[in-house]
């Protein structure tokens, strides 16, 4: 998720010498890429940015992955592109690292499974102790490796491009190593993909960027068509769901963070109390067998719900959708090196508000730094009072223990998932116990 997800802002760094960033897998914490090293913060207060972990040992870190809240992290350097390192960030020791063939373009985990994608190429590990299960080979031609990982690790499911030229995706099974399906989901080459939490479903975006679309897993089948606008063509950058798959965000190069809402506009209302508005939105689904796509494809998209403007024009970001002191907030790491937090109407949605504008580093100072600076210079203490209506503010999340989700197959809603319990057997990532029990040769 991503950046996921959670998936990154790579490229030319910023102004602070921001490289990369991330949120992990339940977007409790950003992981960011420097020239210097890399840095992991807490993201479960809104008023104030914990550092977890720094480290300077790497420079020019452009992938920086960490495996929920555990002492997982990998670690790619532009210095050594070809190598992933994987490192028990509280001990401060590495754990393994791997070469590969060619330039490591994403790295994707969850309990079960950790992916590396190189443009032309994915590996598939097995992340109870590294090994190499699987090498999908000649896959298309993926040049800004695109891809995707349930964070579900009962099914594990891996989206990845089908086709350099069209939007195709090919749905993988990481578990079981077989391919699921393959949907046609655009015209043009895919720009992003993410899955929701429990790995039932999956979004994509185009290169174009002007609609995004929802499909059901396993299947395949279309549920959701959103239109982001029809004036130009953008890159979308980033995509995530909700941790309940009721919204879903956007970024991209454009000033505007785009948040749909998922829901199905049930017929069974309209059949009961007959309308001119309802027998013209039958007349117009009949008649869609027979228009133009393009007219089709107009008379099934929803608009966005809520809209984020960023302050900033043009620079790389990752947006995630995340619950903080029990309130629906948007989150914008930006390549500026700064991480931006909204306020989100769940109900009537519209425009965003911003409450809070953390510095992710300073020459300064030490601790990860915040400004106080809201939508139209509203004094400090008006933008905390929407956090502050909250009596009692959600504790750090214990690194001993996580939710479980819902859908995961083993652990039913509420219980705890002891942090190094994966999938199968007991793995251990806290700091009494090595990761992982077997030791592995360097290659």
Same mark, same amino acid.
């Given at each position: 998720r991503g950046m996921d997800t959670g998936e990154g802002a790579e490229g030319p760094s910023g102004p602070a010498g921001l490289i990369c960033a991330s949120f992990n897998q339940d977007t409790t914490s950003l992981a960011v890429g420097t020239k210097t090293g890399y840095r992991l913060f807490s993201v479960t207060a809104v008023d104030r940015l914990d550092r977890i972990h720094e480290?300077?040992?790497?420079?020019?870190?452009?992938?920086?992955?960490?495996?929920?809240?555990?002492?997982?992290?990998?670690?790619?350097?532009l210095a050594m592109p070809r190598r992933m390192n994987?490192?028990?960030?509280?001990?401060?020791?590495?754990?393994?690292?791997?070469?590969?063939?060619?330039?490591?373009?994403?790295?994707?985990?969850?309990?079960?499974?950790?992916?590396?994608?190189?443009?032309?190429?994915?590996?598939?590990?097995?992340? @109870?102790?590294?090994?190499?299960? @699987?090498?999908?080979?000649?896959?298309?031609?993926?040049?800004?490796g695109l891809c995707a990982l349930s964070i579900n690790h009962a099914n594990s499911y891996l989206a990845y491009p089908g086709s350099s030229t069209i939007g195709e995706i090919i749905v993988y099974d990481a578990n079981n190593l077989s391919t699921v399906t393959m949907i046609p989901a655009h015209d043009s080459p895919l720009a992003a993909v993410t899955f929701n939490a429990s790995g039932t479903k999956l979004a994509s975006a185009s290169e174009r960027g002007t609609v995004i679309r929802v499909f059901t897993i396993p299947e395949g089948l279309k549920l959701f068509e959103f239109r982001r606008g029809m004036?130009?063509?953008?890159?979308?950058?980033?995509?995530?769901?909700?941790?309940?798959?009721?919204?879903?965000?956007?970024?991209?190069?454009?000033?505007?963070?785009?948040?749909?809402?998922?829901?199905?506009?049930?017929?069974?209302?309209?059949?009961?109390?007959?309308?001119?508005?309802?027998?013209?939105?039958?007349?117009?689904?009949?008649?869609?067998?027979?228009?133009?796509?393009?007219?089709?494809?107009?008379?099934?998209?929803?608009?966005?719900?809520?809209?984020?403007?960023?302050?900033?024009?043009?620079? @790389?970001? =990752?947006?995630?959708?995340?619950?903080?002191?029990?309130?629906?907030r948007l989150l914008v790491a930006s390549a500026d090196g700064h991480l931006y937090i909204?306020?989100?109407?769940?109900?009537?949605?519209?425009?965003?508000?911003?409450?809070? @504008?953390?510095?992710?580093?300073?020459?300064?100072?030490?601790?990860?730094?915040?400004?106080?600076?809201?939508?139209?210079? =509203?004094?400090?203490?008006?933008?905390?009072?929407?956090?502050?209506?909250?009596?009692?503010?959600?504790?750090?999340?214990?690194?001993?223990?996580?939710?479980?989700?819902?859908?995961d197959g083993g652990a039913k809603k509420g219980e705890l998932i002891p942090e190094h319990e994966f999938a199968a057997s007991p793995v251990c990532l806290d700091d009494e116990n090595e990761f992982p029990p077997v030791s592995i040769p360097n290659n």
């Open positions: 480290s300077t040992e790497t420079p020019d870190v452009y992938i920086v992955e960490r495996l929920f809240s555990s002492s997982l992290v990998v670690v790619v350097s994987v490192y028990h960030f509280k001990k401060g020791t590495e754990i393994c690292n791997y070469s590969y063939s060619n330039n490591i373009l994403a790295v994707r985990l969850n309990r079960q499974r950790l992916i590396v994608c190189l443009e032309e190429s994915i590996y598939i590990h097995n992340i @109870k102790d590294m090994k190499l299960l @699987k090498t999908l080979l000649n896959t298309p031609s993926n040049p800004t004036k130009r063509y953008v890159n979308i950058s980033s995509l995530s769901f909700s941790s309940d798959a009721q919204f879903l965000c956007a970024s991209s190069n454009t000033e505007t963070v785009h948040i749909f809402k998922l829901e199905q506009h049930s017929p069974s209302r309209e059949e009961e109390s007959p309308t001119w508005s309802a027998y013209v939105g039958k007349m117009f689904s009949a008649a869609s067998n027979y228009l133009p796509a393009q007219v089709s494809d107009m008379m099934n998209q929803d608009r966005a719900f809520a809209t984020v403007r960023l302050n900033v024009f043009g620079q @790389k970001n =990752v947006c995630a959708l995340a619950t903080i002191q029990k309130l629906p909204y306020n989100v109407d769940p109900q009537d949605g519209g425009e965003c508000m911003l409450v809070k @504008k953390h510095r992710l580093f300073s020459s300064e100072q030490d601790q990860g730094e915040s400004e106080e600076e809201c939508e139209g210079g =509203v004094p400090p203490q008006a933008c905390q009072s929407y956090a502050a209506t909250v009596a009692i503010p959600t504790a750090v999340p214990s690194s001993t223990g996580l939710t479980g989700y819902s859908e």
